[in-house]
């Protein structure tokens, strides 16, 4: 027990000295001069301008405004992808009709379809929230699909050796059986909607983590772009963390079908 305990917080203490060192290297290297400093600012410089935009409030302004969008648009590709994922997964004729245009869609680069959701829906929050919506939608979608298609084979044979209903095999096996797959479609589409929304909110937006990373950019405040991007990262590995937690308590029914 105390060699599992050791070994586990040796693992920690391996990431948080990686994450140390990239660091370290950040600060050094500018001050240094190897890094141009206008480039790079010390990784201090960046903390004192997160810290100045956290006290200003304009961090807070921005962020409620990406977390919004980004959570709109990933709400509704969640609404649709999974019931649509487990229809297709389900029924196969439905999945061979469906399947052609499916593969079309989520093979078209998002970014490049920006500009035709702007022709349609203009430069506010719809074209914004649609455009997240699209690029979130493909990998539940597919990963749900998946999830359904792959259950193990054992498990439905074994609840149909029981002569249980058609809905009971899917609520009670099917459908536990594919969480993991359908949380593994959230994270990736998780992180794919903060890429899609700092792109969106670069072009026709006033507020935002993305507006906020291009404005300072462009007002060469590099320490207050760089903080930017740091808290898109805190927030990127915060959500990714949540989701691994959610997965891990909906699969916990793995646990009771491993042998003792």
Known sequence: MMKFYYEKSWRYIKKVIAIGVVIALWEILPLMGIVDYRSLPPFSDVILGLVEITLTGELFTH????????????????????????????????ERIVD???????????????PLFILFFGLGE????????????????????EGVKTVDALLIKAARSMSISRLFLFTRVILPAAVPSILTGLRIS??????ILVAAEMLG??????????ATRAQYEIE???????????????VNYLLVKLENYLSRWKENMEPA
């Open 63 to 94: 962020m409620v405004s990406s977390l919004q969008r980004s959570l709109a648009g990933f709400v509704l590709a969640v609404a649709l992808a999974v019931p649509l994922g487990i229809l297709m997964g389900w029924f196969k004729r439905f």
């Open 100 to 114: 052609p245009l499916v593969q079309t869609c989520r093979n078209t680069p998002v970014l490049a379809l920006y």
């Open 126 to 145: 719809l074209a914004k929230i649609s455009i997240i919506f699209y690029g979130s939608l493909w990998p539940i979608l597919i990963n749900t699909i």
């Open 190 to 195: 998780a992180t794919r909607s903060v890429i």
């Open 205 to 214: 937006a006033s507020s935002g983590l993305g507006f906020f990373i291009f």
């Open 224 to 238: 207050k772009m760089y903080a930017g991007i740091l808290v898109l990262i805190i927030l990127g590995v915060t």
